[in-house]
């Protein structure tokens, strides 16, 4: 059985000359046409645009915190409400702590409104990776946090 397979593979390796063994040509594409024959054309038009994209990443979500608990530890960790609502339209938020007599400003991005800003009339320098969540806030002699709960959740 053996030599017949092998008998087989040699006979069908010796039919296709232009493959084991055939002068190679630059440019060619695949097997001669013998007879004429085209290429068979262009393949047509591109798929054109693929649609609308995903969106800008630095988009923010729609967010109202209202009254909801807060711990600042910028003020001595006591706890706080932290009440603002994200104007989507320059992805800004101004958060009303009850600790401070001025806002914590800044921007939010993404899905999760993560918070770059500033907080006790620019003091503090703050950031989070989402609203909400916690800021962490650096100043002139030290760090602090300011950790803004999900609304009816203890704020640890």
Do not use: W
Not at 64 to 93: E, F, H, K, M, W
Not at 143 to 155: E, N
């Amino acid at each position: 059985m053996r030599p017949a397979v092998l008998a087989a593979l040699a006979a069908l390796c010796a039919c296709t000359g232009g493959y084991s063994h055939g002068d190679y040509q630059p440019g060619d594409s695949g097997p001669r046409i013998i007879g004429g024959g085209d290429d068979g054309g262009d393949g047509g038009a591109d798929g054109g645009d693929g649609g609308v994209d995903g969106g800008d990443a630095g988009a923010c979500a729609a967010l109202t915190l209202a009254g909801v608990p807060a711990r600042d530890s910028c003020a001595g960790n006591v706890l706080a409400t932290a009440s603002g609502t994200v104007n989507t339209g320059n992805c800004t938020i101004d958060i009303t702590l009850s600790t401070t007599s001025t806002p914590c400003v800044g921007s939010v991005s993404g899905p999760n409104n993560a918070f770059d800003g500033g907080c006790e009339g620019a003091l503090l320098t703050c950031t989070s990776a989402s609203l909400p969540g916690t800021l962490n806030c650096t100043f002139s002699t030290g760090i602090c946090s300011i950790k803004i709960c999900d609304a009816g959740a203890a704020c640890p």
